[in-house]
Antibody, heavy 124, light 107 residues
Framework: EVQVVESGGGLVQPGGSLRLSCVVSGFIFSDHYMDWVRQAPGKGLEWVGRIRVKANSYTTEYAASVKGRFTISRDDSKNSLYLQMNSLRTEDTAVYYC???????????????WGQGTLVTVSS | AIQLTQTPSSLSASVGDRVSITCRASQGISTALAWFQQKPGKGPKLLIYGASRLESGVPSRFSGSGSGTDFTLTISSLQPEDFATYYCQHCNSYPLTFGQGTKLEIK
């Protein structure tokens, strides 16, 4: 059974930093691209960023709203994904989801497994 | 960035009804579109990918159609567990974006 479990959320002041973690099981983590998606309270879904696999040099993509402030990394030996968030703003307040990607025959990548999310609150 | 516009934003329907939700992309995305269902306090669940391909384990009353800029999610006969919020999402290019969501409520 695929499991995706986020941790590390909490209350942080504007300008502060926080590191989220995601531990997965039930599949070969190193074979999959992984993403972070967030959802502000009562709002819709916003893609944060993606990290590819070793064969693609672990390259990353980010949404414009977080580029330069957030960094995604992974440790395949620990089946873990990370999101380092710096220079946090009140508008970064959201539930952050760790998401597995699965490719289809056309080469597109889809979000096929989601965690339950971890809440990050940025407030003074 | 490609914008996705979902209609309607909310929808009231009864058990057994057939409902459709549309998603329009601001530019052509071929069939690089997915649909998700989200219930309160839970992470989203993938229903449809590749615009029309049913994810494993998803009931066959869910179907997707469309290509280019116009897409539709149809639920053929609503069940009590289908009342939730639905999102479309494209994966054609970066940044990946979602529609604003459609809340499906019990009439």
């Amino acid at each position: 059974e695929v499991q995706v479990v986020e941790s590390g959320g909490g209350l942080v002041q504007p300008g502060g930093s926080l590191r989220l973690s995601c531990v997965v099981s039930g599949f070969i983590f190193s074979d999959h691209y992984m993403d972070w998606v967030r959802q502000a309270p009562g709002k819709g879904l916003e893609w944060v960023g993606r990290i590819r696999v070793k064969a693609n040099s672990y390259t990353t993509e980010y949404a414009a709203s977080v580029k330069g402030r957030f960094t995604i990394s992974r440790d395949d030996s620990k089946n873990s994904l990370y999101l380092q968030m710096n220079s946090l703003r009140t508008e970064d307040t959201a539930v952050y989801y760790c998401v597995r990607d699965q490719s289809d025959s056309s080469g597109y990548y889809y979000f096929d497994y989601w965690g339950q999310g971890t809440l990050v609150t940025v407030s003074s | 960035a490609i914008q996705l516009t979902q209609t309607p934003s909310s929808l009231s329907a009864s058990v057994g009804d057939r409902v459709s939700i549309t998603c329009r992309a601001s530019q052509g995305i071929s069939t690089a579109l997915a649909w998700f269902q989200q219930k309160p306090g839970k992470g989203p669940k993938l229903l449809i990918y590749g615009a029309s391909r049913l994810e494993s384990g998803v009931p066959s009353r869910f179907s997707g159609s469309g290509s280019g800029t116009d897409f539709t999610l149809t639920i053929s006969s609503l069940q009590p567990e289908d009342f939730a919020t639905y999102y479309c999402q494209h994966c054609n290019s970066y940044p990946l974006t979602f529609g604003q969501g459609t809340k499906l409520e019990i009439k």
